[in-house]
Every structure is written in C-alpha cells, then in structure tokens.
C-alpha cells in the first residue's frame, strides 16, 4: 500500500519562503510523475507544480518564477520549494504521485502567509 506524507507547512509572513516535502513509502517500483495542488477555503483544488520521472516540469502562471519542484527519486520525495508568498498561496498543500498509472494524495499540509 502506497502511502505519502507531506510536511514542511506553517505559518510564514509575506514574501517569505517555505519549502514543502512529501516522501512516499510503500512497495514502489517507478514514480511516473509527481506534483502539487492546493485548495483554498471555498475553491477548488488547483495545480502548483508537476514534474515527470523525466523531469520535465509544468506550473501555472500564478506560481511560475516563485516555485520550483524538485525530487529525491532514491528517496521517493518531492519538494516544493516556494519563495515570495503572499496570501493568495494560503491554502492546504497536497502532493501527488501517479504510480504504475495510479493517482495517489498525501492528506495535506497547511500553509497561512499572514503577519
């Protein structure tokens, strides 16, 4: 059973930086693709970032040039390193893993950019 636990959210001032982790454990052969999606207080969950296993990488407008998503393939995890927050990136933080093409989340970890 493929499990995955984020961390690394909190409370962080604006323009401040957070890094994000999310390690999977379970019996794992290959990770096809990894990402990030957050979902804000009454919207829905949306992309932050995606890589392949051949690292290529896609991000939205809203975060291209403030995040950047990396991995530990030996380690199975993925980061998400995200610099000048602001409040519109409050949200809880989920990353995803498609394995053998079987989608699977990490149960979320919160960010808050306040003062």
């Known amino acids: 059973q493929v499990q995955l636990v984020e961390s690394g959210g909190g409370l962080v001032q604006p323009g401040g930086s957070l890094r994000l982790s999310c390690a999977a454990s379970?019996?794992?052969?290959?990770?096809?693709?990894m990402g990030w999606y957050r979902q804000a207080p009454g919207s829905q969950r949306e992309l932050v970032a995606t890589i392949t296993s051949r690292g290529n990488t896609n991000y939205p407008d809203s975060v291209k040039g403030r995040c950047t998503i990396s991995t530990d393939n030996a380690k199975k995890t993925v980061y998400l390193q995200m610099n000048g927050l602001n409040s519109e990136d409050t949200a809880v933080y989920y990353c995803?893993?498609?394995?053998?093409?079987?989608?699977?989340w990490g149960q979320g970890t919160q960010v808050t950019v306040s003062s």
């Open positions: 379970g019996t794992i052969f290959s990770i096809d693709a």
């Open positions: 995803h893993m498609t394995i053998r093409g079987l989608g699977y």
